[in-house]
């Protein structure tokens, strides 16, 4: 990321930049990608490009988000020429580049907080919270070398049902950005976020909506069991080849296949030592992409067998005439 956001150009040039960053997303250190973002983005604009099932959806929509770019997701092999044709039309046409915006009068809490560029068919949403409607906002902006403005009468606006939480949302998302930028602390971040959550009753990573079930489902005086249930991987992913192999399970004793209706038999067997699991790797290597890559291997070293064929013919023939 640091090589690519690496721009040598003067920066007086009005051209912007576009990075197309194709990952499976599967890292830990976000934070460190979002720094380097952070400081280097300069005029550029990060489109992530996100392969496989299952990929890391925080990193890249956050990454767009500070990017000025989007996010494209790729789940299956399927879907690349259709989803790139959209994403190249889209780097193709970029309508309004720079964008800010302003109030006349009103006092306004505007979100998002980075504005992202405007492109082809796709609409410019913003919210703000207003103390008045009155006066005018106005918008602007660059297309290509020559500025852009608009201005829109406050009081013409519709009202509406929800907004309120539209803006609210936003705020967090804005709240979680500054936080990823280390501009203010995680506890500042917190008191925000659990403040609009509450005021706008909105799901986030500090409040849930929760349903209470009063019907009693285990019968009284009955101990409450810890289980662990298994989960299915992410399609795509093999068990072995991210957590290696499954264990074994020990073999049977002697005394109890010997005599399975001594019961003393069966109590020693349970008491005797079992061997200790197999201790699991300290680190997972996860695939390196979620395509079929072994069909494609297959398919390239049959074609260039048939290559060496045809050369070899030719060659033969060559020299018979």
Do not use: C
Request: proline share 6%; hydrophobic share 45%.
């Amino acid at each position: 990321m640091r090589a690519a956001l690496t721009d040598t150009a003067d920066d007086t040039t009005d051209h912007v930049r576009q990075v197309v960053f194709l990952t499976d997303g599967a890292i830990g250190n976000e934070q460190q990608l979002f720094e380097a973002i952070t400081a280097m983005r300069g005029r550029s604009r990060i489109f992530m490009v996100g392969i496989g099932s299952a990929p890391n959806t925080y990193l890249m929509t956050r990454a767009a988000e500070l990017g000025r770019g989007a996010f494209t997701h790729i789940g299956s092999v399927d879907q690349v020429e259709e989803r790139m044709r959209g994403l190249f039309a889209k780097l193709e046409n970029p309508a309004v580049t720079g964008l800010s915006m302003k109030f006349s009068t009103a006092a306004a809490d505007i979100t998002p907080a980075v504005l992202p560029d405007l492109y082809r068919d796709e609409p410019l949403v913003l919210a703000a919270k207003l103390d008045h409607a009155d006066g005018s906002v106005e918008i602007n902006g660059h297309i290509g070398d020559r500025p852009w403005v608009i201005r829109l009468a406050l009081a013409q606006a519709a009202e509406g049902k929800g907004l309120s939480k539209v803006w609210a949302r936003r705020k967090i998302s804005d709240a979680e950005v500054a936080r990823t930028m280390r501009q203010v602390t995680p506890d500042e971040v917190d008191k925000t976020i659990l403040a609009l959550a509450l005021e706008h009753q909105l799901v986030t990573r500090l409040t849930s909506l929760v349903a209470v079930d009063r019907t009693p489902s285990r019968p009284a005086g009955e101990p409450l069991k810890l289980a662990e249930l298994p989960i299915n991987l992410p399609a795509g992913w093999d068990f072995e080849k991210v957590f290696g192999e499954r264990p074994r399970l020990p073999a049977q004793p002697a005394e109890r296949r010997a005599d399975t209706n001594d019961s003393r038999a069966q109590l020693a067997s349970l008491k005797r030592p079992q061997p200790a699991p197999a201790a699991r790797p300290e680190t997972v290597t996860l695939p390196k992409t979620a395509t079929d890559a072994e069909l494609s291997m297959i398919l390239g070293a049959s074609l260039a067998a048939l290559s060496l064929i045809l050369v070899a013919f030719n060659r033969r023939r060559r020299f018979s005439l």
